[in-house]
Every structure is written in structure tokens, then in C-alpha cells.
């Protein structure tokens, strides 16, 4: 169990330019989970998969917001048309569904800072 | 809607002293509650949960916290700290059953350690 890991660790863009991050759960998890973390906040949620089922996205993932889990297993977040606003940690979460409450136990990943300049 | 208050934003406690950061939350029925902890840089470590039954629970690193269904609250304690545990704390709540597990989280109290 190596736990989650995000790549890359940090990314500095300019504003316009697209950006994804990857998000490699805890291998048997099937829930993947994306937050975004401003500064001085608490993580907000913005968009759940289980499975490659993508079941619920916040309003705050804007249509420049787009995430994937293709095979279930890694997932990937996109925001297309960076904007200085994006500029967070993008943490990563995962979960077993299927283990009753231990359902809801997210794990973390170690996050993804981008900086729009 | 589910909301979570922690109304310290910054606590400084001596090493060795006791700790107690408060959290508060917003919900029709019992939820699911949780601390986490995150040092600089780095992601978020589960400290400890409540589900259901005794109200106390115990955590990693000598964590405790108490649940009070009357006071909606559910306060991290821990009898003495250790500079190492200066670091942001964050409490939160899973809304419930079928609501796909999403966290709620608090804003955050940033704990100091002075020596």
C-alpha cells in the first residue's frame, strides 16, 4: 500500500494556458474524490467518481473543469483556460466503497499546488 | 445545508500543556465526524472518527475527541502536546449515508507550539 499519489506535485502556468493533474489512488479503492484547498480554507469539495462513474460534481467545478477516471482506476483533472482564481491545492482523496462505514474514511494524497501567474 | 465551524483560527499552546480545538457542526441528524490534520506542504492525515456509540474516541498520536450530540460539537483534545504536533487541524462531517461521502470541512485552526 503506497498510498495516494498526485503528479506533479507543483505546476506555476501562466493564465489561459491548460493544466491536468493526475491522481493515482490506494490500489483496491474504488471511491476517488478531487478538493480544491485555498489558502487559509478548509478543502472544498468538487467532484466524486466511483468506479469510472463520475456520480457528483460541485458547482464549483465550472465548465473549465473537467475530471476523468477512465479505467477506474487513475483519475485526472483538467482545467482548460487557466484563470488567476485557480490558483490552489488540488487534493486528491480515496475510498473503499463497499467496506460500510469505513466507506466514508478518505485517504490523501500529498496535493497538487498550482499558481496561475 | 451541512455547514462546519471552527471558530479558532490560530491557537499558541506551551509544549506539554493540554490542548482543546473546538469544532461545530450544522445537520439534521447525526453525521459522520472526523479530524484531520495537515502539516506544511503536505496532504491530509486522518486523526480519528465518529460513527455511533461511545461518544469518546481515540485517535493517533494521544488524539482524543468527544462527541455532544446536545452541543453539536466534537472537540480534539490531547493532555500534552509535543512541538511536533504544531500543524493545521481541520474538522469535518460526511453528510450521511448515500450522499456519496463527500467531506465538509471546517476552516482550519492552526496550532503553534511554544517551547
Known amino acids: 500500500d503506497t498510498g495516494v499519489s498526485q503528479n506533479p506535485r507543483h505546476k506555476i502556468t501562466k493564465r489561459g494556458q491548460n493544466v491536468t493533474f493526475r491522481c493515482d489512488p490506494i490500489?483496491?479503492?474504488?471511491?476517488l474524490y478531487w478538493y480544491r484547498q485555498t489558502l487559509g480554507q478548509g478543502p472544498e469539495f468538487l467532484t466524486y467518481?466511483?468506479?469510472?462513474?463520475?456520480?457528483?460534481k460541485s458547482r464549483l467545478l465550472s465548465d473549465r473543469f473537467s475530471a476523468e477516471r477512465p479505467k477506474g482506476s487513475f483519475s485526472t483533472l483538467e482545467i482548460q483556460r487557466t484563470e488567476q482564481g485557480d490558483s490552489a491545492m488540488y487534493l486528491c482523496?480515496?475510498?473503499?466503497?463497499?467496506?460500510?462505514?469505513?466507506?466514508?474514511?478518505?485517504?490523501f494524497g500529498p496535493g497538487t499546488r498550482l499558481t496561475v501567474t | 445545508a451541512q455547514s462546519v465551524t471552527q471558530p479558532d483560527i490560530h491557537i499558541t499552546v506551551s509544549e506539554g500543556a493540554s490542548l482543546e480545538l473546538r469544532c461545530n457542526y450544522s445537520?439534521?441528524?447525526?453525521?459522520?465526524l472526523f479530524w484531520y490534520v495537515q502539516s506544511p506542504g503536505q496532504g491530509l492525515q486522518l486523526l480519528l472518527k465518529?460513527?455511533?456509540?461511545?461518544?469518546l474516541v481515540q485517535g493517533i498520536k494521544g488524539f482524543e475527541a468527544e462527541f455532544k450530540r446536545s452541543q453539536s460539537s466534537f472537540n480534539l483534545r490531547k493532555p500534552s502536546v509535543h512541538w511536533s504536533d504544531a500543524a493545521e487541524y481541520f474538522c469535518?462531517?460526511?453528510?450521511?449515508?448515500?450522499?456519496?461521502?463527500?467531506?465538509?470541512f471546517g476552516q482550519g485552526t492552526e496550532l503553534s507550539v511554544k517551547p
Open positions: 482523496a480515496s475510498s473503499f466503497r463497499g467496506g460500510g462505514r469505513l466507506s466514508y474514511e478518505q485517504y
Open positions: 465518529y460513527f455511533s456509540g461511545d461518544t
Open positions: 467518481f466511483q468506479n469510472e462513474a463520475q456520480l457528483e
Open positions: 469535518a462531517v460526511a453528510p450521511g449515508y448515500n450522499q456519496g461521502g463527500k467531506l465538509i
Open positions: 490500489s483496491e479503492h474504488n471511491r
Open positions: 445537520y439534521g441528524a447525526t453525521p459522520y
